[in-house]
């Protein structure tokens, strides 16, 4: 949905303590037709398309949407150093009690990796501070990443609910399911809150990781652009959904380049290396967008094999390789 | 769902690899806890591309070595995308036993014909008649489709069809829902057809045929059965949800039971006084006879409530009238008590009927010299009854949406009527039947 086709904007204002990482304020264009709200978070684009709504009611979901997304950036931010994941990373081998909502994400990334055998791992974020995918031909040394493997591998670290113990040097970051969480809370909170409205349909869609509350009201399914991950062509997919998520995990232009060998920025927790031919891009369609999302990441660990995985879990799927 | 290529993006071919492990459930069910939700729909169970399993055994056992049946039941649905499902269902009965064959106890032995061919049994005097020819193994399947139309319509298609050594049935039906009011009101109408076939060894007796010298037309009857119905769904608030159906069911061509019988009582003053009237020294009893058509309307509501703490109390009532003269109360109500990773669930019914106008427990000699009866029947099935079954239900729910239930029931009906005259006040003629309801579940 570009900004030409959304025609007349009206920007939404919102109480200070909804905003708390004063983002830009979110703007809400369109009309009964369909609403289409957009604002920034987790560095993407947030729309939410609406219809069957008028424009109060789609100016209030849009507020709905946009404060929690933003409640959730904040909190879980591995960049603030005034929230829970602060606390986590600098807890310096101290035990810490955890609020219910982190609790039931470290649940929930404590049962991924036992499904992925470890290839889905919450602490494997630090092995970002020796790949740094700049397109160079640095490899990291096999010295180096020995080193820091030591501070990888969540069977190391002690998660009893709602006690967490982190050993020193270890880090966990959510990154790798904020989003796709945030699209979940999302329509969860979009659907609640529109119960008792006349019947209504909406899509939210972070920067390409979307879910919808159902067919449009027309019966038929909703047609999202989704940005390719190829920069380089004006190209755009769309993906037609009537029900559940999708959401896409890719490489863009993140890698680096020695003797031919093209190593992708997806990072096998278990190796600590770059993951040898793994495709540029996963969708994975889903009930939920966690799920979807989790598909698509696993898939992408599988490098060659992503494609006998996702057939083994009988998703529907697309490849970019 | 699907993605249209603008640029590179491909769906890619099947390749033939190594299976991969699966992690849906697991995903499913983790993905419901940090969302903090039971199942997002279309969640968990119902995720399109999976199958959903349950099996059970069900055992039911009558008192007094009456009728004993097993039952396994195999059901799978599967899911497909867009809310569509198709459901796959195959139930195997074994009953055997015996069940009442319609005739008064006596107290002389009494000799009765077998339906298959000329070969007799005898029942001892002072006990029930039971005909105890009964074995028979059933077979039915079924599958149904169930998929929206768009938001706010939804349409299921099924096929039936089943066998037994002297029935067949085959049906279709279809049903079409219309949701209102943001899916918090449903309206549902359906129709269903089933043709019937019955064939006993040597045909069907005719009605009010004598049992000794029947005449068999060797052909085999049939019975066709149209069900409409008409429904409502609402969602009164998030903890209650209500339903009210009005159902018509239309049968016509042979509705006898081939087997049951009504025995005539002589009821001549003298010493066989309300002992079995006799012609040539043998007993006369005669095979039923009812309309040959039924018309049955009946109401049913239902209403659930979940309380806060997740248990969950259902209730429902249904009233039935038909053109028989029948007209019959059911009273259910379950409670749910849900104990975290289980649930207990007692049950209580009870069941009251009005029997059929032309039901009679015997034929006076009187009526039957007369020459003038045209229906008739002792079928304790259509005479003045109640019935209450009690019982519990638990369940077991394990890991990956699994569960493993346990049923057992106590059930006891009593029938009512006319005690008789002379000889006949001396025996029970409404013995009450009891029985034992054992189910073991598996749902994957």
Not at chain 1, 159 to 175: H, I, K, Q, V, Y
Not at chain 2, 61 to 87: G, H, K, W
Request: glycine share 8%; charged share 20%.
């Amino acid at each position: 949905m570009t900004a030409s086709k959304r025609g007349k904007t009206t920007a939404l204002l919102m109480p200070p303590e909804s905003n708390p990482s004063q983002h830009p304020l979110p703007e809400l264009g369109g009309s009964e037709k369909l609403w289409v709200g957009r604002f920034q978070a987790m560095a993407s684009d947030c729309d939410i398309l609406m219809e069957g709504l008028d424009r109060s009611q789609a100016a209030h979901l849009l507020f709905i949407a946009a404060s929690e997304t933003w409640r959730i950036e904040y909190k879980f931010s591995r960049y603030r150093e005034d929230n829970i994941m602060s606390e986590i990373n600098h807890s310096h081998g101290k035990t810490i009690r955890v609020d219910d909502e982190t609790a039931a994400l470290l649940n929930f990334a404590d049962q991924c990796f036992q499904l992925s055998d470890g290839l889905f791992d919450i602490s494997s974020g630090v092995l970002r501070r020796i790949w740094h995918f700049d397109g160079s031909d640095a490899i990291p040394a096999e010295r180096q990443i020995q080193a820091i493997m030591r501070h990888v591998g969540w069977q190391k670290l002690k998660w009893e609910a709602p006690m967490l113990t982190l050993n020193s040097g270890m880090e966990l970051d959510f990154g790798g399911i904020g989003k796709e969480y945030a699209v979940d809370k999302t329509v969860l909170a979009l659907r609640a809150e529109s119960a008792n409205y006349k019947p209504c349909a909406f899509v939210v869609n972070f920067g390409g990781d979307l879910a919808c509350s159902g067919p449009r009201l027309n019966g038929k399914a909703w047609v999202i652009g989704v940005e390719s991950n190829d920069h380089d062509s004006a190209a755009v997919a769309t993906v037609s959904l009537s029900q559940g998520a999708v959401a896409t995990s890719g490489d863009s232009r993140r890698y680096l380049m020695k003797d031919g060998v093209r190593y992708s920025h997806i990072l096998n927790p278990l190796t600590g290396t770059s993951v040898f031919n793994a495709p540029h891009a996963i969708s994975v369609a889903a009930p939920s967008c966690l799920q979807a999302g989790m598909y698509s990441t696993l898939a992408m660990l599988q490098g060659d094999q992503a494609e006998a995985f996702l057939q083994a879990q009988e998703v529907q799927y697309w490849i970019q390789r | 769902m699907q993605l249209k290529k603008h640029n590179t993006m491909k769906r890619v071919k099947r390749l033939n690899t190594r299976e991969a492990k699966k992690i849906g459930p697991a995903l499913a069910a983790a993905t419901c806890g940090v969302l903090g939700i039971a199942s997002t729909p279309a969640l968990a169970q119902g995720e399109p591309g999976t199958w959903d399993f349950d099996v059970a055994n069900l055992y039911y056992a009558e008192s007094d070595s009456r009728v004993t049946a097993v039952e396994p039941v195999f059901s799978a649905t599967r899911y497909f995308s867009d809310d569509r499902q198709l459901n796959l269902k195959a139930v195997f009965d074994t009953l055997t036993g015996a069940s009442p064959n319609g005739a008064t106890p006596s107290d002389q032995v009494q000799t009765f014909t077998r339906t298959s061919g000329g070969q007799t049994y005898d029942v001892e005097a002072n006990d029930a008649p039971l005909y105890d020819g009964f074995r028979d193994t059933r077979v039915a399947l079924s599958a149904s489709w169930l998929a929206p139309l768009n938001r706010e319509w939804e349409y299921t298609a099924s096929v039936y069809g089943s066998s037994e050594f002297d029935y067949t049935s085959i049906g279709t039906g279809g049903t079409i829902k219309r949701y209102l009011n943001n899916k918090n009101t449903a309206l549902n109408t359906g129709l269903f057809v089933s043709f019937d076939t019955v064939n006993p060894p040597n045909g069907t007796p005719p009605p009010l045929a004598e049992m000794a010298r029947i005449a068999r037309n060797d052909s085999d009857d049939s019975k066709t059965i149209i069900d409409a119905l008409f429904g409502v769904t609402q969602v009164i608030n998030r903890q209650t949800i209500m339903q009210l159906n009005y159902s018509l069911s239309q049968s016509s061509g042979y509705l006898n039971d081939a087997y049951q019988l009504l025995s005539v009582i002589d009821l001549n003053p003298g010493l066989n006084y309300g002992g079995n009237f006799q012609v040539g020294g043998n007993n006369v009893y005669l095979y039923e006879a009812r309309p040959d058509s039924r018309m049955k309307h009946s109401i049913y509501w239902q209403t659930k409530y979940a309380l806060e703490n997740g248990d969950v109390i259902d209730g429902s009532y249904r009233f039935m009238l038909d053109d028989w003269g029948i007209n019959s109360h059911t009273f259910d109500f379950r409670y749910r008590w849900d104990l975290g990773g289980s649930y207990i669930e007692p049950h209580f019914r009870y069941y009251m009927q009005s029997k059929a106008d032309f039901y009679q427990r015997y034929i006076g000699s009187d009526e039957y010299s007369a020459g003038n009866l045209t229906e008739a029947t002792a079928d304790y099935r259509l005479g003045d009854m109640d019935a209450l079954t009690v019982g519990m239900k638990f369940g077991w729910k394990l890991k990956n949406n699994k569960e493993i239930n346990t049923r057992i029931e106590y059930y006891l009906q009593r029938n009512t009527g006319d005690n008789g005259v002379g000889l006949l006040r001396a025996q029970d003629l409404y013995p009450d039947n009891r029985a034992i309801i054992f189910q073991v579940g598996y749902s994957f």
